[in-house]
């Protein structure tokens, strides 16, 4: 059974949208700016008015309550939302020192004030902070379009080692050719409402 699967979702002006993502698959989507790619992950996310459904397994986003689904299936924004003064606050276990590491941050990033933090900082981890509800599906919208060369390479890094490792879906929004080609299993162009396949060898593994 896929884990993530789209049942003719509408919003907007995208949709309907059929879609499944298997457990461990990287699934890409890109499109011109406006087509609706953000939508479309806010949708699945439930965080916007919808009509068709998306299910993880066999359980329906409609069956479940609101903050149970998004945790399970969890949207990383391309900027997201933060309410404290320190990173520390938005986090409700220590964080993965491993992780830190692994994108390049040191042990003591808990403890910063977010207004020292530079926007790639924060993108990070923001994308931290999701990973540490250990979600079932990841829905990424653009996870590395504020960072250099080096910090994307180890985001995306950070993300299939998740993936492979616990098997999770990822639907990744990404405006970067040579990103999907080096990520996902398969890509989607997202245009005039609807997903089109594209041919394509994956590099992933």
């Known amino acids: ?52 459904d998306a299910y993880l397994d066999a359980q329906p986003c409609t069956m479940l309550a609101a903050p149970e689904w998004r945790r ?22 220590d964080i993965d020192a491993g992780w830190l590491q692994q994108l390049g ?11 020292r933090c530079s926007t790639g900082e924060r993108q990070r981890l ?16 653009e996870p590395t379009g504020n960072l250099d060369q080096e910090s994307t390479r180890r985001v995306e890094e950070l993300l299939a ?18 990103q999907i080609e080096r990520v996902a299993h398969r890509s989607f162009l997202l245009r005039d409402g609807g997903l089109a396949e594209e041919k394509r060898v994956p590099r992933c593994r």
Request: glycine share 6%; proline share 3%.
């Open 72 to 93: 399970s299936v969890a949207l990383v924004a391309a900027e997201s939302q933060w309410w404290g003064e320190r990173v520390g606050d938005h986090f409700e276990t």
């Open 161 to 178: 080692d998740y993936r492979r490792q616990r098997h999770v879906a990822v639907l990744w929004v990404s405006h970067d050719s040579a």
């Open 1 to 52: 059974m896929p884990i993530l699967r789209l049942h003719q979702l509408r919003t907007r002006h995208v949709g309907p949208i059929e879609l499944s993502v298997d457990a461990g698959e990287c699934v890409c989507v890109h499109g011109a700016s406006g087509s609706g790619k953000t939508l479309l992950l806010r949708a699945i996310a439930d965080l916007d008015a919808h009509a068709g």
């Open 126 to 141: 923001a994308l931290l902070r999701t990973l540490m509800h250990e979600p079932a599906v990841l829905l990424l919208d």
């Open 105 to 115: 941050l040191p042990e003591e990033a808990i403890d910063w004030q977010l207004s």
